[in-house]
């Protein structure tokens, strides 16, 4: 992860608190300390890939607590991976920083950090890697998610058919509000 400026002991220090410790157990991640990660794949196994970034005002409020906001952006990254049959693996996290007044202060990231290491408790996903940069917008955060799929099983929206079953979780429109 690229290190931008953080008040308390610079942007090494800001990555050492809050999201080293969401790549422990995965030895490719290097504790975050390097440019990139390495990862290898399972023999027989197709690595699937997708992103999805939110920036604050138009994919959340920005009043929205951390834990929510953390949940959010991990989570439609993991059901992009469900909907293709994939096993979540890994994740790699961008976080563009706003200046100033408008930045998260330590408490918002320890809360933010605290759901993603709960997420990845419960799906068994670990951080790899990203970015952090700092920004005169608003708060933006872009989540890579890696998974995996038995070569040549996974499941696309091309392959749908007449007849196909069709299942959703939650009650439809949860996410709109």
């Avoid at 950090?113 to 068994?124: P, Y």
Wanted: proline share 8%.
């Amino acid at each position: 992860m690229n290190r931008p400026p953080a008040p308390d002991g610079g942007e090494f220090g800001f990555i050492a608190r809050h999201f080293a410790p969401l790549a422990r157990g995965e030895p490719g991640a290097f504790d975050l300390t390097d440019d990139a990660a390495v990862l290898t794949p399972e023999p027989g196994r197709q690595t699937v890939v997708t992103t999805d970034v939110l920036v604050s005002g138009v994919h959340f409020l920005p009043d929205t607590p951390p834990a929510d906001v953390a949940h959010k952006a991990l989570s439609v990254n993991l059901s992009d991976l469900a909907a293709m049959g994939a096993r979540a693996d890994a994740y790699t996290l961008g976080v563009a920083v706003p200046r100033g007044a408008d930045s998260p202060d330590d408490a918002w990231w320890d809360a933010f950090c605290g759901r993603l290491a709960a997420l990845q408790a419960h799906t068994g996903v670990v951080l790899v890697g990203g970015d952090t940069v700092s920004t005169p917008g608003p708060l933006s955060l872009s989540v890579t998610a890696l998974g995996s799929v038995p070569a040549g099983r996974a499941l696309r929206r091309a392959g749908a058919a007449a007849g196909d079953l069709v299942c959703l979780s939650g009650t439809v429109g949860d996410a709109a509000l």
